[in-house]
């Protein structure tokens, strides 16, 4: 098995190579604004690191989010579009199962990414490999009572960390293709079905329906 | 190798707007034009909503890729190049589609070119008249768009020399078509109400025409006003508004200006072709009229059908294609989508290439550009 992983949701660019056993290659950069630019360079730095070559991938995985949308596409068409073309199969998993995947915590605990406007995206774990509640975006101060004190994972619970009162500053904050890979690859060897590649935007698109046309004509 | 077979094959991935296209062309042969379009959940809208484009882009792009591969009755490994438009556009939408053009093109080894839209809607003339002529005069207008283009070399010298100082002409029949409570888009509609009605009997203002106006800018903000106004006036006074009468009015004034600019832009530079393209070329008013004014100044018109004169996938392996059979070197991985990608570069070729001046072409036919007149 060679698995691809890619992953834009977040600020994070990461691109990982995992054989079913460990981690080949992995990329990591941080930059919100240039995800379109950094990916696909990333995957040939981190096949060259691996010296291998893409149609050797057997499996891809891709982060669905939940992400401000327009990096998150990112990862997921160009996911879509290399299994279209090497006819592997593409399997999605929610971002936050990395982070979480990441921390190895072995209690509760949540996580929560920067959701821009002043939310978040977060859910709740029971440990590193189970998520107990669907993903949602909300505003931390909305949610204060349910993560007080909760050991929190992640760049959203950092930012808030006067709502995240328990955050764990030694955990990761950012994304990783690495544990995002090795999480599929347990699930995977498990006989797990892994989810569609399918967007969590978690938000309706902004889009205002214009009230009748203006009148212009003078009063 | 390419032009043993007719021209490079290209595949082309255009998402500027609300139209995720996929065309496959071979030189100026056009073998497939896929088309999956988002327009019907923007109509209860009144106008493209960005984020419901990019989200319809992420689901139709390997469908689209798909289909276009199968119509076109050819191998993927098989293409020469995969071109993309870069831009202009809305940065989300383009955004899916660069993202899918470099993965398909890294995965498959081919070389990437990121295009221009507006060059694009030039090129695709190849495919329906054979080459262009060289200078082109150009007419572009959509929703997005209204500009008059010089382009001597279509992959590497495109001349901005005017363009809407307000709303893209697309635009205004979007916005009568609104005010008349026709639906959107509004181009389609207007033109078929428009055959009904009498284009003389209102007579609406043609924008920046006096003698002291940009001889090559267009407006139609004015005349979306006056028209408004004059809805409004009618209905105030209890008044049944006669919509055919107001659609071919209202059409007249805005092909009046486009053709009479655009012939007067062709006079005045010696060009004796001009190309229209851009989705208001598919308006029936536009073409009769650019065919009257042309021929009788002696100016041959070239227009494509109207689905290629709308944003397609085609026009993109156009202009890909041309990018090939003239050597223009690749894009790099991280090209970027840029939303103003400015008419004045046809593609974005890679760093390493030190292709930054567009000059130093492959091909003998080197025009001595005067700033006047290409001709003389
Ligand atoms: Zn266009």
């Not at chain 1, 098995?1 to 941080?30: F, I, K, N, Y």
């Not at chain 2, 071919?248 to 200006?257: L, R, Y």
Request: aromatic share 4%; net charge negative.
């Amino acid at each position: 098995m060679l698995l691809l992983a890619l992953d834009t949701a977040t600020p994070a660019v990461t691109v990982a190579l995992h054989d079913g056993a460990c981690v080949l290659a992995e990329s990591r950069q941080v930059d919100a604004r240039r995800h379109g630019e950094l990916l696909l360079p990333a995957v040939d730095r981190v096949l060259a690191e691996a010296g291998l070559k893409l149609d050797a991938v057997s499996d891809i995985v891709v982060g669905v989010g939940p992400g401000p949308y327009t990096g998150l596409r990112v990862g997921l068409v160009t996911a879509a579009t290399f299994g279209a073309v090497l006819d592997v199969p593409v399997h999605g998993l929610c971002s936050l199962d990395g982070l979480a995947y990441a921390s190895g915590l072995t209690e509760p605990f949540v996580v929560a990414t920067d959701a821009r406007r002043k939310e978040v995206y977060w859910a709740r774990y029971a440990d590193a490999r189970t998520r107990l509640t669907e993903p949602s975006v909300d505003r931390p101060a909305d949610i204060a009572d349910q993560v007080a004190g909760v050991p929190a994972v992640g760049a959203g619970a950092l930012l808030y960390d006067t709502v995240f009162t328990g955050v764990r500053r030694e955990a990761p904050e950012h994304q990783s293709a690495g544990a995002l890979a090795a999480l599929a690859a347990e699930k995977l060897a498990a006989g797990e079905e892994l989810p569609a590649p399918r967007p969590l935007y978690l938000r309706r698109p902004d889009a205002q329906v214009p009230a009748n046309y203006k009148v212009v004509t003078p009063k | 190798m390419a032009d043993s077979r007719g021209g490079p094959l290209v595949l082309g991935i255009e998402t500027s707007c609300d139209e995720t296209g996929v065309g496959i062309v071979r030189g100026h042969t056009l073998l497939a034009d896929a088309v999956a379009s988002s327009v019907d959940e923007h109509a209860r809208f009144g106008g493209v909503v960005p984020e419901v484009a990019s989200r319809a882009h992420l689901e139709a792009m390997v469908p689209t890729i798909q289909r276009a591969l199968k119509d076109a009755g050819i191998a993927a490994s098989d293409l020469d190049g995969i071109a993309v438009t870069a831009g202009p556009g809305l940065a989300g939408a383009l955004l899916v589609g660069v993202s899918a053009a470099k993965a398909y093109a890294y995965a498959l080894g081919k070389p990437l070119y990121g295009v221009n839209h507006l060059a694009s809607h030039i090129c695709v003339d190849q495919l329906e008249h054979g080459a262009l002529p060289e200078p082109t005069m150009a007419l572009l207008v959509s929703g997005g768009h209204s500009s008059l283009l010089l382009a001597p070399d279509i992959t590497a010298d495109v001349r901005p020399l005017g363009s809407t100082i307000d709303d893209a002409a697309g635009e205004a029949f979007d916005k009568i078509a609104r005010v008349l409570n026709l639906g959107f888009p509004g181009g389609p509609v207007i033109d078929r109400y428009a055959r009904e009605g009498n284009p003389d009997a209102i007579r609406f203002p043609r924008g920046l025409t006096g003698p002291r106006d940009p001889v090559y800018d267009f407006s139609f903000s004015g005349l979306k006003t006056a028209v408004a106004r004059w809805i409004e006036a009618k209905r105030a006074a209890g008044e049944e508004v006669p919509v055919a009468d107001v659609s071919a009015s209202f059409q007249e004034a805005v092909v009046d200006v486009l053709t009479r600019k655009a012939v007067r832009a062709c006079k005045d530079n010696g060009v004796d072709h001009l190309m229209i393209g851009g989705g208001v070329a598919a308006n029936s008013r536009l073409r009769a009229m650019a065919e009257r004014r042309c021929e009788d100044a002696g100016i041959t018109l070239r227009v494509p059908r109207p689905k290629l004169c709308t944003d397609n996938g085609a026009m993109v392996a156009a202009l890909g294609a041309e990018m090939v059979a003239r050597n223009r070197p690749a894009s790099d991985w991280d090209l970027s989508a840029d939303s103003s990608l400015p008419v004045t570069e046809p593609h974005v070729p890679g760093e390493a290439s030190g292709a930054a001046a567009p000059h130093h072409h492959g091909h003998d036919h080197v025009h001595e550009v005067s700033k006047h007149n290409l001709y003389s």
